[in-house]
């Protein structure tokens, strides 16, 4: 079985404060995939990023950046310098080899004030 | 390119009411994938199609079930509405059904 944990419900931050989502997974596949998903008030899932199981690499893109730790288990989502616009709920995705179920952690609300 | 297109995007049934729900994929999507998101909650995996076919299907009761026509928009239809059905629907295209799943905005159903 899969399964996600974002053991943050909440985080409140003020504008331009870095701030880390935690993402921990379990998975008996050697191969699959990680996601992050910003939902906005809107209610739209909006695609960040996708990781392969065999790819370890830190990625960077602007503010947004991801840290996969195979040995923990971890996934987690850092945006640097934070603004009102990044307040929504970020949700941590995790599917098999098929690819075709995601499976949600219960997602972290965050706001940004100003 | 239009994106994930979703009807309608708000709807209030009745318990034991019938409903439809309809998703346009992104153009050149072969695959559409439907989730419900229960308030407070992450979405849960309802099914997916890839080329009319049915792919994969969550833990859902038979009350639920979709189809994917021939120009791969698809249909989620709900049977016999329960108040827990009341929840956000949300739609995702992707190219094959293993990459990238682009999500619509959502049909919020109320049941009453």
């Known amino acids: 079985a899969q399964k996600v944990t974002q053991a943050q419900t909440e985080i409140s931050v003020v504008e331009k404060e870095d701030v880390t989502l935690d993402c921990v997974y379990e998975?008996?596949?050697?191969?699959?995939?990680l996601f992050w998903y910003k939902q906005p008030p809107s209610g739209e899932l909006v695609f960040l990023i996708r990781?392969?199981?065999?790819?370890?690499q830190n990625e960077i893109s602007g503010r947004y950046s991801w840290n996969f730790q195979k040995s923990t288990s971890s996934f987690n989502f850092t945006i640097t310098a934070s603004q009102v616009v990044d307040s929504a709920v970020y949700f941590c995705?995790?599917?098999?080899?098929?690819?075709?179920?995601?499976?949600f952690g219960k997602g972290t609300s965050l706001l940004v004030t100003p | 390119d239009a994106g994930v297109t979703q009807s309608p995007t708000h709807l209030i049934k009745t318990r034991g009411q019938h409903v439809t729900l309809r998703c346009s994929p992104i153009?050149?999507?072969?695959?559409v994938s439907w989730y419900q998101q229960v308030l407070g909650q992450g979405p849960q995996f309802i099914f997916q199609?890839?080329?009319?076919?049915?792919?994969g299907r969550g833990n859902f009761p038979d009350r639920f079930s979709a189809r994917q026509f021939p120009n791969y928009s698809s249909e989620l239809n709900v049977n016999a509405l329960l108040l827990g059905d009341s929840a956000l629907y949300l739609c995702?295209?992707?190219?094959?059904?293993?990459?990238?799943?682009?999500f619509g905005q959502g049909t919020r159903l109320t049941v009453v």
């Open positions: 998975t008996r596949d050697t191969t699959y995939y």
């Open positions: 995705a995790l599917t098999g080899y098929s690819g075709y179920a995601l499976n």
């Open positions: 153009s050149g999507h072969k695959s």
């Open positions: 199609y890839y080329e009319k076919e049915e792919r």
């Open positions: 995702a295209s992707s190219l094959f059904g293993d990459t990238e799943a682009f």
């Open positions: 990781r392969n199981s065999f790819d370890e």
